[in-house]
């Protein structure tokens, strides 16, 4: 996370790991001492602009001074980075971070120096010479942080080179890849399991977005964590508007998301790589500036895309999940899902990468059933094969190679993905949940989800329809799929339903009114309610159950949502509190001159400051360094570095809309 970034609120809680003991208890074993404390807060706000630590970084922080093991859990945005970062900074001394991706070291490198934070990083992508310079600075002491990657600790000169150099304490970030049970297992993190002989006397701090209760349970015994302690922050984000919609035309829908984003940045996931080259193509051909990232593309198109994105040059980027971890950009304004994912962990995690500036965004999910077909089919292919199969319809990473144990796991994470699609409640609630976490009572409707904003529809006609769609797979002899199905209600002539004699049914085009994605639509909603069964397989063929018959017969009623290409979407509290007090013409001016400043320095945008930042300057119109120096998100750097320019932005403004200047915000500048 890029240190400026403006983190939601948390609501966090903490508790060591044992899940009876209290908040209170964790906090009063966690406090910072008033000189510790003070220091902490000079620092916070002297390099990142913060004025407050939240309950739970607070705790982190005196556990990373005391040197004891934690297990860190907050969501994307939740202020993670701090929690690491600050305690070798207060203590004088190195600590080294262990992340998964170069490009994701470097942004936060860069994001630290602009800081005044020394911080380095030692990975494959610098020059001998780079590297060699890095090991100098280690040696003599120059650097608080240094980012490396997991195979690089599997060297052990390289252990042995650390070891000199006085290393304290291991973050561990992206901790969940350690876990078979978490939702991005990777091989490479179980060498994290040495660090504990190779440096006994270090603490080890592992820190994740997404992680249930038995994958935090794996994450401490894989790295053999010493009595950690456990911080839990709460999963909601509330700042995230999530709508979950039955897919009928992907295109057309995803068109209709981005426009409500226009000139903002977006991510659309699709499952594979020939979706994405599709879906990126029809969108620059309705008129958008988007391009594809897939791990099939050459490694200078793949760079040359996230730089673009990044240094803002790219608004709507097409991707398999392979994009978007080492993307530090906290302005993502939307996030669309034109697959359904295969778990929760990975929706929670994909879905973070909006909004972590703490501003308002939202996150539509296209899903069908048919998806959990998909996932299914290739976690068993690759299961037998043990391994991922990289052809064109496989998404990146693969899907769950290795023992049964783990593709049992994999596939009852991907049942639980299928119950969040077809569920009509909160979608907030229902992630909270999922983790382990209550949702207070006194809390009532979320108002940031399309379930909360009464923009979900039921089909009038439910119990009709389910009723046809039950006698049309009746009628054909329960021999044939969804598509034939839907052909033969809408009363198409295609050649299948011509040579079976299907087109002279009673059954034959009595959905006539209605398109064909809806009707498939309908039938997957039949099968998702065990009203009608799917065979599975290449070619899946649609049965009847034991519930079909009292529908058929009329002695029960069936709810079904009412599938549509265009949304009832509006805009929630949250999105509209945001921009309270917001001079936008302003904004845009400082947008401007933060590309324009980041492209001299070969930077992205948001090394500058982020937009949370921005909107509080356009929000605040200050006049003078002192006031400059109260925006959320200045430290004493970026105001030596960047305060008059943009300073003399303001004024301009100002002057030219004979506008006031110094406003009071009553914003809080909340780490």
Known sequence: ??????????????????????????????????????????????????????????????????????LVVLPTGGGKSLCYQ???????????????????????????IACGYPAAAIHSGMTDDERAAVRVGLSEGKYRLLFVSPERLASDAFVAFLRRTGVSNFAIDEAHCISQWGHDFRPEYRQMARLRDAFPRA???????????????????????????????????????????????????????LRRHAGEAAIVYCLSRRETESMAEALRKAGMHAACYHAGLDA???????????????????????????????????????????????????????????LEAECVLLHSPADALRWERLMRRSHDESIAVPDDDDPEGGAAGGNAESL???????RQMQRLCVSVGCRHRALVEYFGQDWPSSKGPCGACDACLGEIELLVDSTLAARQVLSAVARVGQRFGVTHLAD?????????????????????GLMRDRPVAVIKNLIHQLVNQGLLASTGGDRPVITLTDASLP?????????????????????????DASWTGVDKGLFERLRELRRTLAQAM???????????????????RPSTLERFATIRGVGQRKRADYGETFLEEVREHCRLHGLACDITSGWEHEA
């Open 1 to 70: 996370m890029d240190a400026n970034a403006t983190q939601e609120a948390s609501g966090a809680r903490a508790s060591p790991l044992e899940a009876d003991d209290s908040p209170a208890r964790a906090s009063s074993a966690l406090a910072l001492d008033a000189p510790t404390s003070a220091r902490v807060h000079d620092l916070l706000k002297r390099h990142f602009g913060y004025d407050s630590l939240r309950p739970l970084q607070s705790q982190a922080i005196a556990a990373g001074l005391a040197n004891r093991d934690t």
């Open 86 to 112: 600050l305690p070798p900074l207060v203590a004088g001394r190195l600590d080294v971070v262990v992340s998964p991706l170069i490009a994701l070291m470097k942004d936060q490198v860069d994001g630290l």
């Open 203 to 257: 603490s080890i701090h592992a820190f994740t977005a997404t992680a249930t209760p038995r994958v935090r349970a794996d994450i401490a015994a894989q790295l053999s964590l010493r009595d950690p302690i456990e911080l839990v922050g709460n999963f909601d984000r509330p700042n995230l508007t999530y709508r979950i919609v039955p897919r009928l035309d992907p295109v057309a829908q995803t068109i209709e998301a």
């Open 300 to 358: 200078d198109t793949r760079h040359r895309t996230q730089d673009a994105f990044a240094e803002e040059r790219l608004d709507v980027v097409v991707a398999t999940v392979a994009f978007g971890m080492g993307i530090d950009r906290g302005d993502v304004r939307c996030v669309v899902h034109a697959t359904m994912p295969k778990s929760i962990e990975h929706y929670q995690q994909e879905t973070g990468r909006a909004g972590r500036d703490g």
């Open 408 to 414: 049992d796991a994999q596939l009852a994470l991907l």
């Open 488 to 508: 033969v209600l809408h009363g198409g002539a295609s050649d299948l339903v011509r040579t079976c004699g299907h087109d002279q049914l009673s059954v034959y």
């Open 551 to 575: 529908v058929l017969k009329g002695h029960c009623d069936v709810t079904l949502l009412r599938p549509r290409v265009r949304s009832k979407a509006t805009r929630s509290a949250v999105a």
């Open 602 to 620: 070969g930077k992205p945008p948001y090394v500058v400051f982020n937009d949370a930042t921005l909107r509080d300057i356009a929000r605040v």
